[in-house]
């Protein structure tokens, strides 16, 4: 069997139109479907069923984004936990019983900002680079229990996690594994990035083993099994992915069926981590917008940002600065795929915006559209009229063109008169509303004094 993108061959040719070359439309389709996979994290095939075994390794869950509830068929010794946001579909496995539930958990918001502090905790000592797998491997089993591992490992059907990180904080479990895979030419494509574990050799002893991108796992612990688990993607600073398609066709997609994506690097601090995994859990549907903990997320995570706005448009607190901040993040903006400094610079364009808009509300006379009366898309539309670019900006004296479009606008303004008083000359002398308009077309305004329909002109007396 194909991808399931080449099925919509048949519907892409009849919007291209013509008689395209459908092996490149499949080829094209295949490629779109594949990057659509690998930015959601999921496959989008056909429903099957399949035998898997998880090795879990000590830890409760286990992360299975495209099982779908009531598909499982085992002992009563594994609880499907259902997708918050998805119901038809287990987000994961929880494979061992919680000893004693916990009697309360603090909101999904500040277990989002537990989480996102932790993976920052694990990045910054490298629990999530391939050198720490090597490592855990290495204690984990003995020289000669490697081959059977390896065998283990090389069945496509089993899911070996290497334990990370597992903690309980606030009533909620927080754990970050990656699974190990043996890369060969006919291992599935499940949508994840893999990191190989060993360089490429010249020889034929390398070892195609690799491990997949950490996967986070939120699970609140209040009951046995558990109800509500949230999992995330931690892509690290170096993850390439394809870039040259465009972020705003896919962004629905991803944000509607995909699983969140995390963006670190070098410079992430813990207070922006948890201000992401937030920020994705409220873009994914995970919390709703009215959440307090939003504003608190993001006035710890960008405190620059949040104290500019509050001086530069009198809002009466920070808190107050941190909301109208939110506001501009209401939808993301940026793709995943960019990186974490995206996302940081995402934010600090946001900041900018919110004080621009209120300085437009407040000064609106301090802006040359609005003394020219215009809408600023226009302005800006006119401007290749009167000024020049210089290194990608406009190099302007706002008092010159001020004037000067002034007067433009003023003679297209009276080009505009002129144009309507002849129309309605011409009618008035015996023209159609066509005949008119054909006539303006080729003549000067001024000559419409002598214009008269063919036959109609009156005879000189």
Known sequence: MGHWSESLVDDLARQVGGSPDREELRRVLRRSGQEIETLSGRTFDPMRRFTTVFEANGLPFIDVPNMRMGSLETADTAWQVPDPV??????????????????????????????GQLVAHAARRGALTREYVIEWLGAFVGFEERKALFRRV????????????????????????RRLMWITHETPNDGRLVEPLFDRSTDDNWIPLAAAEPTLILARMTKQPADWVFTA????????????????????????????????????????????VV??????????????????????A???????????????????????????????????????????????RKASIVVMEHHKRESPQRYPWTQLGISERRYYKLMPLFAQKVDGRYQVNYDDIVTKMREHLDGKDQ?????AATLDLLKQR????????????????????????RGLRPQPE
């Open 415 to 419: 080009g505009r008169e002129i144009r």
């Open 154 to 177: 090389m069945d496509p059907n089993t899911r070996f996690n290497v334990p990370v990180i597992g903690q309980a904080v606030g009533g909620w479990w927080i754990q970050i594994t």
């Open 279 to 300: 920020l994705k859990a409220y873009w994914h549907g995970y919390l709703r917008g009215d959440e307090p903990a939003l504003r608190h997320v993001v006035a710890l």
């Open 233 to 276: 993607r931690i892509w690290p600073q170096g993850a390439q992915v394809p870039k040259d398609r465009p972020w705003r066709r896919f962004a629905s997609a991803i944000h509607g069926f995909g699983i969140p994506t995390i963006t670190i690097d070098d410079d992430s601090t813990p207070h922006e981590l948890a201000c992401q």
């Open 302 to 348: 960008y405190p620059k940002q949040v104290e500019l706005i509050h001086r530069r448009t009198d809002a009466p607190d920070l808190g107050s600065a941190a909301a109208m901040l939110l506001e501009q993040l209401i939808q993301p903006g940026f793709d995943p795929a960019q990186g974490a400094e995206l996302t940081r610079r995402y934010v600090r």
């Open 86 to 115: 998805q119901p038809e579909f287990a987000v994961a496995l929880q494979v061992h019983a919680l000893e004693s539930p916990s009697p309360t958990a603090v909101s999904v918001a500040d277990g989002l900002g537990y989480a």
């Open 430 to 453: 015996g023209f159609s509303q066509a005949a008119a308009r054909k006539w303006m077309q080729r003549h000067q305004p001024e000559e419409a004094l002598d214009a008269w329909p």
